[in-house]
């Protein structure tokens, strides 16, 4: 069975860090590329950051320089790293998985940011 299943969110304060992690089951997770998308109370789901298979790197224009993303094949693990968190960064985090015709998802991790 197939289950991407994220953890790490929390309540944080202004210029806090947090760091997700998305661990992945049931598929040779090496083969897919990986994200971590957002998606705030009334608004739409967003990019934050992916990495490829081979490890190449993209991130949002909001994350500037703030987030990194990481994955750890042999852990099946793909890693979120925020700093310099700001309100505007709240929302549910998800994780996602693709490859080919397989476009998967976490159920979520919420992140509060708030003094």
């Known amino acids: 069975q197939v289950h991407l299943v994220e953890s790490g969110g929390d309540l944080v304060h202004p210029g806090g860090s947090l760091r997700l992690s998305c661990v992945a089951s049931g598929i040779s997770f090496s083969w897919y590329a990986t994200g971590w998308y957002r998606q705030a109370p009334g608004k739409e789901r967003e990019l934050v950051a992916s990495?490829?298979?081979?490890?190449?790197?993209n991130y949002a224009d909001f994350v500037e320089g703030r987030f990194a993303i990481s994955r750890d094949n042999a852990k099946n693990s793909v890693l979120l790293q925020m700093n310099s968190l700001k309100p505007e960064d709240t929302a549910v985090y998800y994780c996602?998985?693709?490859?080919?015709?397989?476009?998967?998802w976490g159920q979520g991790t919420q992140v509060t940011v708030s003094s």
């Open positions: 996602n998985a693709k490859y080919r015709y397989d476009n998967l």
């Open positions: 990495i490829t298979s081979g490890g190449n790197t």
